[in-house]
């Protein structure tokens, strides 16, 4: 394998996916003698984007007005797409 004029190399695929090694993944380098070692560490890019949704929705429902907030799923889900909100009958709460 070729390192380029950069220090870069392709790692092969096989590789990766036993690594768990995907797009947007993180690694760290450290050396065992003249051993180089790869290692993913954090999340990957799915990970990370899932989180960012999770803590946006967090943050829309904390601006959420109290009566808002005791709606159900299916209740958001008809205003948001424009329908008359049906009640259900058990409300519960997000705190």
């Known amino acids: 394998m070729l390192v380029t004029e950069k220090g870069q190399v392709t790692i092969p695929k096989h590789i990766r ?3 768990g090694v995907t797009p947007g993944s993180e690694v760290v380098f450290s050396l065992d003698g003249s051993k180089i ?4 560490v ?9 989180a960012k949704l999770q803590a946006a929705a967090a943050r829309v ?18 205003f948001i797409r424009g329908n008359e909100p049906v009640k259900s009958s058990t409300r519960r709460g997000r705190r």
Request: hydrophobic share 35%; net charge negative; aromatic share 2%.
């Open 17 to 19: 996916i036993a690594a």
């Open 37 to 40: 070692i790869i290692t993913p």
């Open 42 to 50: 954090g999340t990957n890019v799915k990970d990370d984007r899932r």
């Open 61 to 78: 429902r904390d601006s959420l007005n109290s009566e808002f907030k005791q709606l159900s799923a299916d209740e958001i889900m008809s």
